[in-house]
């Protein structure tokens, strides 16, 4: 907290031990650091703190929905640490027994868990007692289920993990930029590897936005919203699951899901975004576990309920909204049901922006 190189900040000081403190309350940690500018960063952060070069770590694979910072070549977590890989199992689910194999052939001195696009709820305790077993840290990325986390509708990292790492612009509609939670005794190390040890400044600006965001989530509202985006979420499920096969793992527990669009309908992630995109439906593509395809195409996109949640959309509309995802895929050239669902959508955007009220605190589900 503070460290600032620089006068004139005093208030700021305060408005970020504000931070810091609902950080440490909403997700049970000991300490809270609110600086780094992103996930990646807080991500360099906590190897810089915890590791040295070369120091071997075991993370989720890219294609069964890690990131881009958990080891991968082209990336500096890659080419700076010596990364091997955990995957899911047949049924796209993490096989907790393989990564006790893994881990305890490997032996790292980190097992890194969380990712981007993983449907399921993690088992922290599992990967716990793991990480005891073979003496390695366990941190997890809870970028996106963050605000599930706070809601208790995702398993509690602490105090199974050692160190967690979020940001607040996907579940916690707030702005972008990275936390770092850790346990007391990792206090020092952490706050030394952001600063100086990854970044210089801090935008004073943003730590306000965070603040106002960690107000706003501890709020009764939040934990309502993310009741109706489960609710929301078991809509698309039920929808997309009229194509067997076509949701990875069956479905999905958290605000996310993956599609197969490659493997159920012969279109790749990026085609199948385009199509989406043309008719104002943005989703993005994802490679999909034992992916033959690069990550710039893939097999598969990934859509979510955070965003129309927010917008206040109920069942029904979700329930259309996944309808016309689906006819727009399994009929991907006709120029007639894209005219018609972009219609549909927009009208839908009308009605419901007149009824855009969502920090209102009488809302019920
Ligand atoms: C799991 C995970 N970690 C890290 C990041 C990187 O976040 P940032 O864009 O803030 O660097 C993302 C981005 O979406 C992510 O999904």
Redesign the pocket.
């Known amino acids: 907290m503070g460290h600032r190189p620089y006068a004139g900040a005093e208030g700021f000081n305060r408005i970020e031990e504000i931070a810091c403190r609902l950080a440490c309350q909403q997700f049970g940690a000991d300490h809270a650091n609110v600086q780094p500018h992103?996930?990646?960063q807080a991500?360099q952060a906590v190897y810089q703190g915890l590791l040295l070069n070369g120091d071997k770590v075991l993370a989720m694979k890219f294609s069964d929905g890690g990131?881009l910072?958990h080891g991968l070549k082209i990336n500096f977590s890659g080419r700076f640490f010596n990364f091997n890989f955990y995957g899911t199992g047949k049924d796209g689910r993490l096989d907790y027994k393989a990564i006790e194999k893994q881990a305890v052939e490997f032996k790292p001195k980190l097992i890194v868990c969380?990712?981007?696009s993983y449907p399921r709820k993690i088992d922290f305790k599992k990967l716990k007692k793991i990480a005891a077993k073979v003496g390695a840290y366990l941190m997890a990325?809870l970028?996106?289920p963050a605000g599930l986390v706070v809601a208790n509708k995702f398993p509690q990292p602490f105090p199974s993990c050692d160190v967690v790492t979020l940001?607040l612009d996907k579940t916690m509609l707030g702005p972008?930029g990275?936390i770092i939670l850790c346990k007391k005794e990792l206090e020092q190390i952490i706050d030394k590897a952001v600063h100086p040890g990854t970044q210089s400044s801090v935008p004073l600006r943003r730590i306000f936005e965070m603040t106002q965001c960690l107000l706003d989530t501890s709020k009764p509202w939040f934990s309502k919203y993310i009741d109706r985006l489960m609710i929301n979420m078991k809509v698309f499920e039920e929808v997309f699951n009229k194509l067997p096969g076509l949701l990875v793992t069956g479905g999905s527990d958290t605000h996310l899901m993956v599609l197969n669009t490659y493997s159920v309908l012969g279109l790749t992630g990026k085609y199948s975004e385009e199509i989406l995109e043309k008719i104002g439906i943005l989703t993005n593509r994802q490679v999909v576990p034992g992916d033959t395809l690069k990550p710039y195409v893939a097999s598969g996109i990934r859509l979510g309920a955070t965003w129309i949640t927010a917008r206040g959309y109920r069942p029904e509309e979700v329930n259309l909204i996944g309808k016309i995802i689906l006819k727009n895929l399994t009929n991907p050239n006709d120029e007639k049901i894209q005219k018609e669902s972009k219609a549909k959508l927009k009208n839908l955007l009308w009605v419901k922006r007149k009824n855009d009220v969502w920090k209102d605190e009488n809302i019920t589900i």
């Open positions: 992103s996930v990646s991500n990131h910072t969380g990712a981007s990325d970028s996106h940001t972008h990275g």
